[in-house]
């Protein structure tokens, strides 16, 4: 029976309510999402986890001793990939893959240059699916453009191989959804390529963290702060009539922060997300589109009516623990690079963009192993240089410690390419969970479709999906795994073993074709 509620109006009787409340309306974006309001809050649809999936975190696979790689995507940031892995024991590129022929053909001196056999070569539009076929290919490294990076990893997941993605890896939250599952259902690794994890800063600032140099970190920063003006022409264009190129035809299309993971990467590891904490809600907020904007006027010679991103995003996160996480994103406007990291703790503070430094007083800085040298050292300013330079050998992160030195040699990005992708194949022969697994994609490529939706809503607060599905408190703080030093001693030799007979074939092969 329904319940009428009266209210006595000078004598009268009037009636307030006589149905039952009604379901919440359901929003669908452009995208297939679905979401409600909740209480001035937008929650997004989360699915179940299908029958017979289970979770993937901790997912190890069995040791590998060779490392068989296939490429695909051989632009702008595929042939530094083939490169460093040249340089990892243990490794054999056995394929690679480019819409263009000739990119992939260019990769093969390389190879010749390093003393490696030839790869075999694959190319057009669907190329990348005779590659992921192979039996021969334990991991797929993907760095084609952002449109192809799903489909080549559903793919390449689908024939049973671990994939390797570039940032951003998913475009849209059906896509980390998709991800997630054929992670879960294959038992295969999802690996998120953000090597800014691997930069010198913020690997010791995350081990002084972890060790309690700043106490308790309640709010972090991060951005990728970028001015593309010099790069727009060489971003892949579709056929002669492509103006645009895909990156500036993406950012025309679609709104929020579309490149999140370099800045939100690293600092979502120090605040532990689904290691013990999780990312709550978010609102997003965005400034009016002038370059980008203009960019496009410029290049087709036509009005641009509908320039969805704005030249600069501000993204707001609240954490399940009250921490808070701001993520900026400019492509557009003139202005230094900038990828902010910066850590608020109760008791010290960490800063790398426009200024490298720690903020301690002198209590706090004794207690983390480091007697000052100067008097009356406050946390009002940085720490003069020797007292930070102390602070930082003493915390030098074990993983710098292991590839510092040959990763400077051999560059990507200053060297922190050549330490992710030495740390994936590390991994990989040890079999051990990987340092970044298919969560950690899902919720950092996340931002960029819960931003959009906030702002096409007034700026609204929207909840976060729980790609764990209720298991974000289950490992407790972030850790990176290590082998036994018997155990690393023994792969590793493994591995230069392997190397050095495949250099060996390599270059009797380069010189049997030479002799032709």
């Not at 970028?226 to 025309?252: A, I, Q, V």
Request: proline share 4%; with cysteine.
């Amino acid at each position: 029976m329904k319940k009428i509620k009266l209210l006595l109006v000078a004598g009268a009787c009037v009636v307030l309510s006589a149905c039952s409340p009604q379901a919440p309306t359901v929003h669908t974006t452009d995208k297939g999402t679905q979401w409600e309001w909740n209480e001035g809050t937008i929650v997004v649809k989360s699915p179940e986890r299908p029958a017979g999936q289970k979770s993937v975190i901790g997912l190890t696979a069995p040791k590998m001793e060779v490392v068989r790689v296939g490429f695909v995507g051989l632009g702008m940031r595929g042939p530094g990939a083939v490169s460093r892995f040249t340089h990892i024991p243990g490794t054999q590129i056995v394929a690679l893959c480019d819409y263009d022929p000739k990119r992939a053909e260019a990769c093969q001196n390389i190879l010749k240059n390093a003393s490696m056999p030839k790869a075999a070569i694959y190319s057009g539009e669907t190329g990348y699916e005779e590659l992921c076929k192979r039996d021969d290919i334990d991991l797929v490294y993907i760095a084609a453009d952002w449109l192809h990076h799903f489909p080549i990893a559903k793919c390449a997941l689908e024939n049973g191989k671990h994939v390797a993605i570039e940032v951003p890896s998913a475009m849209n939250l059906q896509e980390c959804w998709d991800l997630v599952n054929l992670s879960e259902t294959t038992r295969k690794h999802c690996f998120i390529l953000e090597n800014c994890c691997y930069d010198w800063f913020e690997m010791n600032t995350l081990n002084m963290a972890q060790n309690g140099v700043f106490g308790e970190v309640i709010r972090a920063q991060g951005a990728y702060i970028h001015n593309l003006s010099d790069f727009w022409d060489y971003y892949w264009k579709n056929g002669e009539n492509d103006k645009l190129g895909w990156r500036l035809e993406f950012n025309m299309r679609h709104r929020g922060d579309v490149y999140a993971t370099h800045g939100l990467g690293p600092v979502a590891q120090v605040l532990d997300i689904h290691r013990g904490d999780r990312m709550k809600t978010l609102t997003a907020m965005d400034t009016k589109s002038v370059v980008g904007k203009g960019l496009v006027e410029a290049k087709t010679g036509s009005e641009c009516t509908n320039f969805r991103n704005g030249d600069h995003t501000t993204t707001m996160i609240r954490t399940e623990n009250g921490k808070v996480i701001e993520i900026q994103h400019n492509v557009m406007t003139p202005q230094p690079y900038n990828r902010l990291y910066q850590l608020t703790g109760v008791k010290g503070f960490a800063n790398k963009y426009p200024t490298e430094g720690y903020a301690l007083g002198a209590d706090q800085l004794s207690a983390s192993g480091v007697q000052p040298k100067v008097d009356n050292l406050s946390s009002h300013g940085f720490l003069p240089q020797a007292e930070m330079d102390a602070l930082v050998e003493k915390y030098q992160h074990p993983i710098l410690k292991k590839y510092g030195e040959i990763a400077k040699e051999v560059g990507g990005h200053g060297g922190m390419d050549f330490i992710m992708d030495s740390r994936l194949v590390y991994c990989l022969q040890n079999g051990l969970p990987l340092d970044m697994d298919v969560y950690d994609l899902a919720e950092w490529c996340a931002l960029a479709e819960l931003g959009e939706i906030s702002m096409d809503n007034n700026c609204a607060a929207v909840e976060f999906p729980d790609f764990t599905r209720g298991e974000w408190n289950v490992v407790k703080g972030y850790k990176h795994a290590y082998a036994s030093p018997e155990e690393e001693q023994a792969s590793m030799e493994k591995a230069k073993a392997f190397t050095a007979k495949l250099k060996e074939q390599g270059a009797k092969e380069w010189a049997a074709e030479a002799d032709k």
